[in-house]
């Protein structure tokens, strides 16, 4: 995770090199539990789906975790059932509400099917525009994420750094890093997270 700006020397252009600019491009999916659980993170990596990326290199990724391909690194239907068969499904004990935004293929009509038949739990959207208060992750989990993923990339040794290094030990390096900072969030950040964002029933 590189920092918010470019430098460039006075006079020179601080434009990327187009072909090294999206190539090792990753978007990664966290999930917890309400008990303060972190379930194992799905990558999804820009790549060709069926092609040699997916078929040589994601074998060898660290296996406690799940990935995906997809053309512009992005979640779409088959992730998303790569996600409720491989992560979701393996990690969750009981009948469980599975906490959801409004992208159309986590709230399709084959979601929630999915979801109900096979894993015996319900898929519950957050109202538009809610995630900043009423998704557990957003309200106390990304921030420190992000600023932790941060601080990572600045204490690696950058020497050799990212300019001669090819697009698989990029992508090597992002994931390596993810879960180390992944491995840090504390039970405790979790537990108090779901309790902001999610309001205990009150009984009368």
Not at 112 to 131: G, R
Request: hydrophobic share 40%; glycine share 4%.
């Amino acid at each position: 995770m590189p920092p918010g700006k470019t430098l460039a020397e006075v006079g020179k252009s601080s434009k990327v090199d187009k072909k090294n600019k999206h190539s090792e491009r990753i978007s990664v999916v966290l999930t917890v539990r309400a008990d303060g659980v972190k379930l194992p993170l799905l990558f999804i990596i820009k790549g060709q789906p069926g092609g040699l990326l997916e078929k040589t290199e994601l074998p060898s990724y660290d296996p406690t975790h799940v990935y995906a391909v997809q053309a512009n690194a992005w979640m779409d239907e088959p992730v998303w059932n790569i996600y409720l068969e491989r992560l979701f499904a393996q990690h969750v004990q009981d009948a469980s509400n599975l906490l959801v935004d409004n992208l159309e293929c986590h709230v399709s009509e084959a979601s929630y099917d999915k979801t109900a038949e096979a894993m015996f739990s319900v898929i519950e959207p957050l109202p538009p525009n809610s995630t900043s208060t009423c998704q557990p992750l957003d309200v106390g989990v990304m921030g420190p994420f992000k600023a932790m993923l941060k601080t990572e990339w600045f204490l690696e040794d950058t020497d050799s750094a990212d300019e001669n290094m090819t697009a698989e030990q990029k992508r090597r390096a992002t994931i390596s890093r993810t879960i180390r900072v992944w491995d840090k969030i504390s039970l405790e950040t979790i537990v108090s997270s779901c309790e902001k964002a999610i309001p205990s029933v009150i009984e009368l």
